[in-house]
């Protein structure tokens, strides 16, 4: 299959090495605790989880292949968070204070049960996206890296009986661990291939003198990326944070509130350094693929193929592996996280009063059923840019119920209900052909580019399609709240307790969404004068991690400002 017997070596020391850490981490699942949240890591290894559960082969793929159809500005299909990582760092202090194992608990508490179930359907469909996502740009790359010799389909096949036994067995602690070796993988390739293909084209110089457009060395295109199409992503992005499942584990898992936001913020900033090589080495593949056809989601893979097998055997496999590893951690995690909401959210509300090995059963099963969903997803997506595009969907539309639970009390069960199912609604006719038809024929400025024609047929320019399902979410939201009867004072005070109580050293929580027997709660010190308003005033540690984050921010953009113009 285009492999060397060293890369064959390297990838079944690679398989062993899983399998050991699986077995051993299952012997410690005394609970679903153990399984669904271990709370035990510190800040190095809460980085790499959160470095490679939100890194992964489709990213480095989309990226890629995205800037070598659009140049530089390609780099914007993951930065679009670039923005939001500032606020990782106030985020995450939220999500560790919840003191719960899954997101749908959090509403659980804030709205009532229906808005709880109504997350888990939300978060699975979100989570068996993300590994369909994962999954078919994975094979994508391993399928080009062998110089396709083995298919996509077949790709698929076997990282999904891969991880999904990894991760059946493991829990949520191996998805952990295996991560860290992940990242170490992902960060070198992240840098490695971007020398050798510079070289091929003759280096930053040899880039600049063969690239005839001067747009393709543009951080923005008013034709495809713009200033208003950064602004709208980001916003959503950001919002989208609190439609995530699994930015619960990303936290949740710290041992402290501190390890938590220093891996959720420190993980995060890791992934958008190793976005630039990943964009630089799209850019430069216009270059070396000049003249030759090939799919712009196989650039990745077929560059690591040519240079990895000339150099050494047994680099391929470990180039393998480490997309492999990409898949055994990040698809685990979301497998697990996954399970946990169904198991938590959904079967032991009918199902109570069974032992602990009973509930860790039937999240073991939960996961093949998701991961069954994602492997039709995977199968059925064929552009990965186009897949983002429903992620970023899938996550807004229960994160705008989420965000005013958090910051406006007035929000009530029917106003999350119908944020949610406005959010929807709209999303939907933003894709159909008699809307885009009509948007179309309206008398208004070309600049406002509501549609845009691509390959596949007309659709609703992506920035306006996200303020039209966001801003008819909110404002759902707010109408449906003021119609209804507001939630009980005591239920929302004991909910904002738990917000601005901050975890302390050892705690160990009796139940989910609850403070510990013992814990005084914090005095409520608003920022702003109104009492239906729920915005504390940050903390000094919350300032000062905030100002610095900006400022790596405004040092990321520069290194790739200087990089296109030297």
């Not at 992902?186 to 510079?198: A, C, N, R, T, Y």
């Not at 150099?311 to 685990?332: D, K």
């Not at 239906?532 to 991690?545: A, D, T």
Request: hydrophobic share 50%; proline share 4%.
């Amino acid at each position: 299959m285009g492999l060397h017997v060293a890369d064959y070596a390297v990838l079944g020391a690679y398989f062993l090495f899983l399998l050991i850490i699986g077995l051993n981490e299952a012997r410690k699942i005394k609970n679903s605790g153990d399984f669904f949240m271990p709370r035990k890591f510190g800040k190095v290894m809460m980085i790499m989880f959160s470095f490679t559960t939100g890194t992964h082969s489709d990213q480095a793929v989309g990226v890629c292949s995205k800037s070598f159809t659009n140049g530089v500005s390609g780099i914007w299909y993951q930065w679009l968070y670039l923005f939001a990582t500032p606020f990782y760092w106030l985020i995450a202090p939220i999500m560790r204070r919840f003191r719960s194992i899954t997101m749908a608990d959090v509403l659980n508490t804030r709205f009532g049960m229906s808005v709880s179930m109504l997350f888990a359907v939300f978060g699975v469909w979100h989570l068996v996206v993300t590994i369909g996502l994962m999954l078919r740009s994975s094979a994508e790359v391993m399928s080009s890296s062998t110089g396709n010799m083995i298919s996509v389909n077949l790709s698929i096949i076997v990282m999904t009986v891969m991880f999904g036994i990894f991760g059946v067995i493991g829990g949520m602690a191996a998805s952990i661990i295996v991560g860290f070796v992940q990242g170490v993988l992902i960060i070198g390739f992240s840098f490695f291939l971007l020398p050798w293909v510079l070289y091929k084209i003759g280096g930053l110089q040899g880039l600049h003198d063969k690239l005839t457009d001067p747009a393709m060395l543009s951080m923005v295109t008013p034709k495809d990326i713009s200033l208003f199409y950064l602004i709208v992503i980001s916003i959503v992005a950001l919002i989208g944070t609190g439609g995530m499942p699994s930015i619960i584990a990303a936290c949740g898992t710290g041992r402290t509130e501190r390890d938590g936001r220093v891996g959720l913020t420190g993980g995060n900033f890791l992934k958008r350094l190793c976005t630039i090589p990943w964009c630089l080495t799209g850019v430069a593949a216009i270059i070396y693929y000049a003249g030759k056809p090939i799919h712009p989601d196989k650039v990745f893979g077929a560059l690591a193929n040519e240079c990895l097998t000339g150099i050494m055997p047994g680099l391929l496999g470990v180039f393998i592996a480490a997309t492999m590893a990409a898949v055994m951690s990040g698809c685990s995690a979301f497998m697990v996280s996954s399970a946990a909401l169904f198991t938590e959210n959904f079967y032991k509300i009918f199902v109570l009063n069974k032992n602990a090995g009973h509930y860790i059963l039937v999240g073991r099963v939960a996961s093949i059923a998701v991961v069954g969903g994602g492997v039709a997803f995977a199968l059925w997506v064929r552009d990965v840019p186009k897949g983002l595009e429903i992620f970023w969907a899938v996550s807004t539309m229960i994160a705008i119920a989420f965000w005013m639970g958090i910051f406006w009390r007035r929000t009530t069960e029917i106003g999350a209900w119908a944020a949610t199912l406005a959010a929807l609604a709209t999303w939907w006719l933003s894709t159909q052909s008699f809307f885009i038809s009509y948007l179309s024929n309206l008398p208004v400025n070309e600049t406002l580019r509501l549609v845009v024609v691509k390959s596949t047929g007309p659709e609703m320019y992506l920035p306006w399609q996200m303020i039209f399902y966001l801003s008819a979410g909110i404002l759902g939201g707010i109408i449906g709240s003021f119609l209804t009867k507001p939630l009980p004072e005591k239920r929302l005070d004991d909910f904002y307790a738990l917000l601005r109580t901050p975890v302390q050293p050892g705690e160990k929580a009796a139940a989910s969404c609850i403070l510990p027997e013992g814990v005084v709660p914090a005095p409520r010190r608003n920022l702003l004068p109104f009492k239906s308003l729920e915005i504390p005033v940050p903390s000094k540690e919350s300032v000062i991690g905030f100002l610095i984050s900006w400022a790596i921010v405004a040092v990321l953009i520069y290194i790739v400002y200087f990089i296109i113009t030297i």
